[in-house]
């Protein structure tokens, strides 16, 4: 089984603070992903990376930016947090194989920026 | 603008009864379709996938129909049971390793 461990289920931070949510992956895949979710707007990806030192940007990179230094552990940093991005974050990982493989999800991170 | 979408917000059924959760699409280029469920406080847990080379993709309670031209599938779930209610979210790729969620749709199973 696929293991997707988020480092914090809950955190509490202030307003302007840098804010990283770590993500660790046991199965070697190449793709991880970001997502937030929000009541009634589903998941929405942040960024992705398909490789180590490789990026992309998903749909609302705004505020955001990633690294990814090791194949298995994939950051999402908050460079200020402001109050909109208290949040329900999702990190995810699955194989390269053109888009049809299912992604393999972590329990998620409940975020509060005060 | 909105590629996948889930247009009913929640479903209420009883025990033992069909679950039909429906998801529409407007991409054509999508050609890989998957159902993810959610319980609070957890992530997403993958449950079901159809390609677009199939119409019908089953596994136990779960069905998965595709229906191509009218860019629709839909998940059933028979029977229904108490653990089932979760958020069910329908998810589409087309060539890409990433995903396009709809906004989920709350599954709600009264004994």
């Known amino acids: 089984d696929v293991k997707v461990t988020q480092s914090s289920r809950y955190l509490v931070k202030r307003t302007g603070e840098k804010v990283f949510l770590e993500c660790v992956q046991d199965?070697?895949?190449?793709?991880m992903f970001w997502y937030r979710q929000d009541p009634g707007l589903g998941l929405r990806l942040i960024y992705f990376?398909?490789?180590?030192?490789?990026?992309e940007k998903g749909d609302i990179p705004e505020g955001y930016s990633v690294s990814r230094e090791k194949k298995e552990r994939f950051s999402l940093i908050l460079e200020s947090a402001s109050t909109n991005q208290t949040s329900m974050y999702l990190c995810?990982?699955?194989?390269?194989?053109?888009?049809?493989?299912?992604?393999?999800f972590g329990d998620g991170t409940r975020l509060s920026i005060l | 603008d909105q590629q996948v979408k889930q247009n009913s917000p929640s479903l209420s059924v009883q025990e033992g009864r069909i679950s039909i959760l429906n998801c529409d699409y407007t991409?054509?280029?999508?050609?890989?379709f998957l159902w993810y469920k959610k319980y609070p406080a957890e992530g997403p847990t993958f449950l079901i996938s159809?390609?677009?080379?199939?119409d019908k993709n089953e596994d136990g309670r779960f069905t998965v129909f595709l229906n191509k031209s009218a860019k629709h599938l839909s998940l059933h779930i028979v029977p229904s049971q108490p653990g089932d209610s979760a958020v069910y979210f329908c998810?589409?790729?087309?060539?890409?390793?990433?995903?396009?969620f709809g906004k989920g749709m709350k599954l709600t199973v009264n004994p």
């Open positions: 995810a990982t699955s194989e390269p194989q053109g888009g049809n493989q299912p992604q393999h």
């Open positions: 199965m070697d895949h190449e793709n």
């Open positions: 990376s398909y490789d180590v030192k490789m990026k």
């Open positions: 991409n054509s280029m999508f050609d890989y």
């Open positions: 159809i390609s677009s080379i199939k």
């Open positions: 998810a589409a790729s087309g060539g890409s390793e990433k995903l396009v």
